[in-house]
């Protein structure tokens, strides 16, 4: 029996009048005790599938199943689902998972489900349940890119808050420069086969300066497309 199955799963974003297909009739199980990988170009679906999966994304078409259930979690329940893995104690999840909530701006929405939530919203509960776990180190991957300028910018903030108030690592993929230039106070410039091209100190001076940030764009910019020239 199949602990996984995605059966014609179908999901597309619209950002402003732009609609694109980010998982178009994907099919596939994955059998108790596997361990599957999943690999692709970066905006092939990937995340996306994951977000399905997890119920943080509600799909345009097709279902998800686990279990022979539909996976859909309220907000509390997505949010401590990192503690259920853990097999942390249900009262001690659901404190924390509700901690977390208020803490990215939900509070009164524990039982909402993913569709009822904005895509901003959404993102926010992805956030409150990679803090939850307490982790040492935070990975995100082009987190914010699905969203509108406005809801992106004020996010970011939030996260950059979020990290700096918990003292933890963190680790930011994005290909927009804007966005690492903001978050980081290191930004790592990879060419293509991966390889370090530029390896930068961000201060804050930098951040606040436009100027030098664009100084600092342009120089980016201009040693991806020379590395491009040459591959």
């Known amino acids: 029996m199949a602990k996984i199955e995605c059966r014609n799963l179908t999901k597309v974003f619209t950002v402003g009048d732009d609609r694109f297909e980010a998982v178009s009739d994907l099919t596939f199980r994955v059998h108790n005790g596997e361990l599957v990988s999943v690999v692709g170009r970066t905006g092939c679906g990937k995340s996306s599938t994951l977000h399905m999966i997890l119920g943080l994304e509600r799909p345009t078409s097709g279902s998800v199943i686990i279990d022979d259930k539909v996976p859909w979690r309220k907000a509390l329940d997505n949010v401590a689902y990192g503690l259920e893995i853990l097999r942390v104690a249900e009262p001690d999840r659901r404190t924390r998972a509700q901690h977390w909530l208020e803490r990215v701006g939900l509070g009164g929405?524990?039982?909402?489900?993913?569709?009822?939530?904005?895509?901003?919203?959404?993102?926010?509960?992805?956030?409150?349940?990679?803090?939850?776990?307490?982790?040492?180190?935070?990975?995100?991957?082009?987190?914010?890119?699905?969203?509108?300028?406005?809801?992106?910018?004020?996010?970011?903030?939030?996260?950059?808050?979020?990290?700096?108030?918990?003292?933890?690592?963190?680790?930011?993929?994005?290909?927009?420069?804007?966005?690492?230039?903001?978050?980081?106070?290191?930004?790592?410039?990879?060419?293509?086969?991966?390889?370090?091209?530029?390896?930068?100190?961000?201060?804050?001076?930098?951040?606040?300066n436009t100027g030098t940030r664009e100084e600092l764009k342009m120089r980016i910019l201009n040693s991806i497309e020379a590395n491009q020239a040459s591959a």
């Open 109 to 208: 929405f524990e039982n909402a489900y993913p569709h009822q939530l904005s895509g901003g919203m959404r993102q926010r509960v992805g956030i409150a349940r990679a803090f939850c776990v307490e982790p040492e180190v935070v990975l995100c991957d082009e987190a914010f890119g699905h969203l509108d300028q406005v809801t992106a910018t004020k996010l970011r903030g939030d996260f950059l808050e979020l990290v700096q108030e918990t003292h933890k690592t963190a680790v930011f993929i994005t290909h927009d420069i804007d966005e690492a230039i903001e978050l980081g106070n290191r930004v790592l410039v990879l060419g293509k086969p991966a390889r370090l091209l530029m390896d930068l100190a961000i201060s804050e001076e930098v951040k606040s």
